[in-house]
């Protein structure tokens, strides 16, 4: 594997635009954004936002309109410059997983590798298998595993070449809660281990907050916002930004005020957790309309002069439907 800098772009993006022959708009617009190596970076945004347009883009498997794609500093040619669409160092994991069904888990991993060395073919796949904790699946058929396994299979088989750069569209689509966790936290230990540096796209905003080095926010084809997801999360630039990675409580400048909040914009914004309960007495009261369970903390639905927000609650039960509390909204952001 070759060794840069550390501080090195692998990935520049300048102006991408590609758009589909539709009557509404579809595909993404006016792109740019740069991928330090090493990096996992994390694409989100809601289905039909141009995430996977994106990501095919930077294999080099559309045709872009304008702009261009740099992989260490040269153009990634598009399908229409070559016999095989797709970067040679790079690797895609698509969400049919482009696997070989009736062939062993084993196999289909060591189908990457020349057949010139056999031991370190052999070596490179049992490697693999282990990073992937998949060992105990070699000799099983793709047909006979899970969806969660099979996504383990497709990334081994990705990373065993030494690729540089993985590419994964809607990696735990057809994961479970639990192996999802498990599966991000094993991308996240692989991309340390191997160096290797990972773009994934994902409607989950829990997937990049979760793994991502930096976030990148697409809505309606257009980059909105991009940084480190703490930065992000704690400092969004638009509602949908909060709202997609937060749950945020959007209110009108006028339902801010009923709430005692003066607000300059048009809008007030702030996430549950940010909502202090107190139970002391004041002016500030609400009425705790619903109480729904999250396990470790409860949210709270509550109201005050017909306005709804949301609050966090960790210490369960300490308030229930139809108490009285004290809030207090002590940061919050105008739009």
Request: aromatic content about 8%; glycine content about 6%.
């Amino acid at each position: 594997m070759y060794l840069y800098p550390v501080d090195e772009n692998i990935i520049s993006v300048k102006n991408l635009s590609k758009q589909y022959q539709t009557e509404q708009f579809s595909g993404i617009s006016n792109i740019s954004f740069d991928i330090k190596r090493g990096d996992i970076v994390a694409v989100i945004g809601e289905s039909g936002s141009g995430k996977s347009t994106l990501l095919k883009s930077i294999f080099g498997l559309l045709k872009v309109d304008e702009g261009e794609i740099l992989f260490n500093g040269k153009r990634v040619l598009g399908p229409d410059e070559q016999l095989i669409p797709g970067h040679k160092d790079m690797k895609i994991v698509t969400q049919d997983f482009s696997l070989n069904i009736y062939a062993k888990v084993y196999d289909n991993i060591a189908s990457m590798l020349s057949n010139r060395d056999v031991k370190s073919k052999e070596e490179k796949t049992e490697k693999m298998m282990q990073h992937l904790r998949i060992e105990h699946l070699r000799n099983k058929k793709i047909t006979e595993l899970s969806g969660g396994e099979q996504q383990r299979v497709a990334i081994a088989k990705a990373l065993v070449t030494d690729t540089s750069l993985l590419l994964l569209d809607e990696p735990f689509s057809q994961v479970d809660a639990l192996l999802k966790n498990q599966l991000r936290a094993d991308i996240k230990r692989i991309a340390a281990e191997t160096g290797v540096t990972v773009v994934i796209v994902s409607h989950d905003p829990a997937d990049g907050l979760f793994l991502g080095d930096q976030l990148l926010l697409i809505k309606d084809g257009k980059l909105i916002q991009q940084g480190k997801p703490s930065f992000v999360y704690n400092h969004p630039e638009h509602t949908y930004t909060a709202q997609l990675l937060g749950n945020a409580v959007v209110l009108l400048s006028e339902e801010a005020m009923k709430l005692g909040i003066t607000a300059k914009g048009e809008s007030v914004v702030f996430y549950p957790e940010w909502v202090e309960l107190k139970s002391g007495w004041n002016s500030k009261r609400y009425e705790v309309k619903d109480v729904y369970y999250k396990g470790f903390y409860e949210e709270l639905l509550l109201e005050r002069n017909g306005v709804t927000i949301r609050a966090i609650q960790l210490n369960r039960e300490e308030h229930k439907k139809n108490d009285h509390v004290q809030a207090n909204i002590s940061r919050f952001l105008e739009f």
